[in-house]
């Protein structure tokens, strides 16, 4: 099995942590989580990543994308991997389809 693409830094029971987990497992994503030191300035490997010593953040080896900030993430993932960027941006029922034309 090989390693996931998708790693998110984390603290435990961070919420904004939490939203970003909540948001990879609603999109079936495959991650590996890294707990980081919960004092701010010991983040050294957070900071070497992302340039910063925030969490949540994510490094996707599949697109080369690593950010910090929760609703960004949030944000990328779902534009990334969410059902529009499958479809093509496509809503089932588009009015093309409708109507019997």
Known sequence: MSEPQITLYRLQACPFCERVVRTL?????????????????ERNVVKRV??????????????????SESANIVEYLNGTYGKAATDGGRVDGDAATEGGA
């Open 25 to 41: 497992n609603e999109l079936d994503l495959e991650y590996r989580s890294r707990y980081v030191e919960p004092m701010h300035s």
């Open 50 to 67: 992302s340039g910063a010593r925030s969490v949540p953040a994510i490094v996707d080896r599949e697109t080369g994308v690593t950010m």
